[in-house]
């Protein structure tokens, strides 16, 4: 039988509504995680990559798994999948640089700097917090931003408005690691740039983790 996947749809929500409407509420997770590795082989096709052997082996073995050990498994698998694609994007992205540009290696600060432009630029939550901290720099900035949130966002989900609201954490913690020219913990620099291309939940459990990592990496600065 033939399955149906996200990219049968016109958007990500429209996916999400149909697997809320038609597959039973014990089945969701899994099926909202099988659409995940489909997404991620989809993306693997359209760079020209094989998908990964082991990565294919493994869903194989996923998949004569039962629930609730066969979601977990799942899940478990897109988040490497998801980590193995950001490294890859990354080297690409930063390849692709270095062939344009053979300046020397630039200072803590300055990669911190590239990343909040590039976030400023690409990432629509985060630029909301820069542009409202911008407008209002001589008053009190938290006091009207979830007003000021809900006026941009209106009827968003929560999942968007709560990701809006960590991307004000994440600029104060990236402003703390630029003013100290401190280096940002490994690969958090690629997960932070590529987050705002996250779907669903995964894109709030990836924000957890490297805000979370991103505070530990300050405490054990100042503790040192």
């Given at each position: 039988?033939?399955?149906?996947?996200?990219?049968?749809?016109?958007?990500?929500?429209?996916?999400?509504?149909?697997?809320?409407?038609?597959?039973?509420?014990?089945?969701?997770?899994?099926?909202?995680?099988?659409?995940?590795?489909?997404?991620?082989?989809?993306?693997?096709?359209?760079?020209?990559?094989?998908?990964?052997?082991?990565?294919?082996?493994?869903?194989?073995?996923?998949?004569?798994?039962?629930?609730?050990?066969?979601?977990?498994?799942?899940?478990?698998?897109?988040?490497?999948?998801?980590?193995?694609?950001?490294?890859?994007?990354?080297?690409?992205?930063?390849?692709?640089?270095?062939?344009?540009?053979?300046?020397?290696?630039?200072?803590?600060?300055?990669?911190?700097?590239?990343?909040?432009?590039?976030?400023?630029?690409?990432?629509?939550?985060?630029?909301?917090?820069?542009?409202?901290?911008?407008?209002?720099?001589?008053?009190?900035?938290?006091?009207?931003?979830?007003?000021?949130?809900?006026?941009?966002?209106?009827?968003?989900?929560?999942?968007?408005?709560?990701?809006?609201?960590?991307?004000v954490e994440l600029e104060k913690l990236l402003s703390l690691f630029h003013d100290g020219n401190r280096v940002l913990p490994g690969l958090s620099f690629e997960r932070i740039w590529f987050l705002h291309?996250?779907?669903?939940?995964?894109?709030?459990?990836?924000?957890?983790?490297?805000?979370?990592?991103?505070?530990?990496?300050?405490?054990?600065?100042?503790s040192a």
């Amino acid at each position: 039988m033939t399955r149906i996947i996200p990219s049968d749809f016109g958007s990500h929500d429209d996916w999400l509504l149909y697997v809320r409407r038609e597959i039973p509420v014990p089945e969701q997770p899994y099926a909202l995680a099988l659409g995940r590795i489909d997404l991620f082989r989809s993306f693997y096709l359209m760079q020209g990559l094989p998908f990964p052997i082991p990565v294919a082996q493994e869903f194989e073995r996923i998949e004569m798994l039962q629930d609730p050990e066969r979601t977990a498994a799942l899940e478990a698998l897109n988040s490497e999948v998801l980590r193995n694609l950001t490294v890859h994007l990354f080297n690409q992205a930063q390849s692709n640089a270095s062939e344009s540009d053979s300046r020397t290696l630039p200072s803590p600060r300055e990669k911190i700097q590239e990343l909040r432009n590039h976030l400023a630029q690409q990432n629509p939550y985060f630029s909301l917090w820069v542009v409202y901290k911008s407008d209002v720099k001589d008053h009190p900035v938290a006091e009207e931003w979830g007003k000021y949130l809900l006026q941009e966002l209106g009827a968003r989900s929560a999942g968007e408005i709560a990701f809006a609201h960590a991307m004000v954490e994440l600029e104060k913690l990236l402003s703390l690691f630029h003013d100290g020219n401190r280096v940002l913990p490994g690969l958090s620099f690629e997960r932070i740039w590529f987050l705002h291309s996250l779907r669903g939940p995964e894109r709030m459990l990836q924000t957890r983790a490297v805000l979370g990592m991103l505070t530990a990496e300050l405490s054990a600065c100042t503790s040192a």
